[in-house]
């Protein structure tokens, strides 16, 4: 075993607690922390994604082992009705070393009657759009974000609004929300610039959800130059300046996510189709074209229970692209958003295992093979190790 792996596996330094916690106490308080080792042929992530319309160049990851970040956090569950839920986390060096506030909400549940509830939350949260959406990254079942859901939403929507929901008994749902919009695929500004609706159905561990969002876009910068910093703001543009493609119009997107437990066989089933539809114009020193863009890609997760502390599983992910410039300049102004070659289809192929330990201690490591288009194939090696802090403390108390 590689000396740097065999010390990333002795740190055990979080497993986060990114959303909200079932639980019968008052007040739960959070702390965790995590590492990651990392090993990959070529720079991971790439620096651009040549099916999709992006918002810059992301710098790759530094190899070997590196802090990844501290969550710190407090849920208060009020009353049987209302919960609140504040949540920080400081990123390390893959991210820009930043700390951000990732969730700030307040939730209101009223039972109709024994049968329907209503609920309201407003604040900054996790927007229903997918499944995975739900979750901080460093809650996923693999560190390695899917290639359709960087090229749709980056690193994931939190967004500042309200959200509705109607639940029912036999496992229907139906909700939606406006919200401010302010991270890719829109743009900062005042308003707010996104709506989102869905309707699922849920029995268990198995569920089936279709959302949908629609982002208005005013000026959407496409920066040639890195980007570090972990963000939940996109950066705006209102006219054409050296080195910036901006876009302007209207981001669809539709996700359709799955998942199903077969007991017998001791597997799990999930996955989710995503397709991203913008319209407008895009616009650089070089001139201004009309533009109509399509994304659409999918992933599908197997997941076998070898122990309830031990799972492992295999992920096949693609992402293809189509982008239509009409114009004066058209072909210039795609190589200057990067988008000039992007026929053909990305693929992935990973596998992964995760051991759980009753202290408060999660490890997970995972395998994968990338073929992007216009970029050298590689593999990604990941580990992840995750503490929950405050369960240690009290297993040693």
């Not at 792996?5 to 330094?13: H, I, N």
């Not at 407090?74 to 949540?87: E, G, H, I, R, Y």
């Not at 070393?97 to 009223?110: G, I, S, V």
């Not at 869905?198 to 000026?219: I, T």
């Amino acid at each position: 075993m590689p000396a740097k792996l065999l010390y990333s596996l002795c740190l055990l330094s979080v497993v986060t607690q990114a959303h909200e916690i079932t639980t019968d106490d008052k007040f739960v308080p959070m702390l965790n922390v995590g590492g990651r080792y990392l090993n990959s042929d070529a720079d991971y992530p790439v620096a651009n994604l040549d099916n999709a319309l992006e918002t810059g160049a992301l710098a790759a990851y530094k190899q070997g082992n590196a802090f990844d970040y501290v969550d710190v956090g407090l849920q208060a569950q009020w009353t049987s009705n209302v919960k609140t839920l504040f949540k920080g986390a400081y990123h390390g060096q893959d991210t820009g070393d930043t700390f951000e506030l990732e969730q700030a909400w307040l939730n209101y549940d009223y039972d109709i009657d024994m049968n329907n509830m209503l609920s309201a939350r407003v604040g900054r949260q996790y927007v229903a759009l997918g499944k995975q959406n739900l979750e901080h990254s460093h809650q996923w079942q693999m560190g390695v974000e899917p290639l359709v859901m960087r090229a749709s939403i980056a690193e994931g929507w939190c967004d500042d609004g309200l959200d509705l929901s109607w639940q029912h008994e036999n496992g229907w749902s139906v909700g939606g929300g406006v919200f401010k919009g302010e991270s890719f695929p829109s743009n900062a500004e005042s308003g707010f610039n996104a709506v989102n609706a869905r309707l699922g159905w849920q029995q268990d561990d198995n569920y089936m959800q279709l959302s949908l969002a629609q982002f208005k876009v005013s000026g959407r910068a496409t920066e040639q130059q890195n980007a570090l910093t972990h963000t939940h703001s996109q950066a705006s543009c209102d006219k054409a300046t050296a080195n910036i493609v901006c876009f302007k119009g209207d981001s669809q997107l539709a996700v359709l996510a799955a998942q199903w437990r077969f007991p017998d066989l001791k597997t799990m089933l999930n996955g989710e189709v995503w397709l991203k539809k913008e319209t407008g114009n895009l616009s650089s020193l070089s001139g201004q074209v009309d533009y109509t863009g399509l994304i659409t890609g999918a992933w599908l997760t197997a997941n076998y229970q070898i122990k309830p502390s031990l799972q492992s599983y295999i992920r096949v992910e693609n992402l293809q692209g189509r982008h239509d410039l009409v114009g004066a300049n058209a072909a210039l102004i795609a190589g200057e958003a990067e988008i000039g070659k992007s026929t053909g289809t990305s693929y992935r192929v990973g596998l992964g295992g995760v051991w759980l330990l009753p202290q408060g201690i999660r490890l997970s490591a995972e395998y994968h093979q990338q073929h992007i288009i216009n970029q050298k194939n590689n593999t990604v090696f990941l580990v992840r190790y995750q503490v929950d802090l405050l369960q240690v403390a009290r297993i040693v108390k």
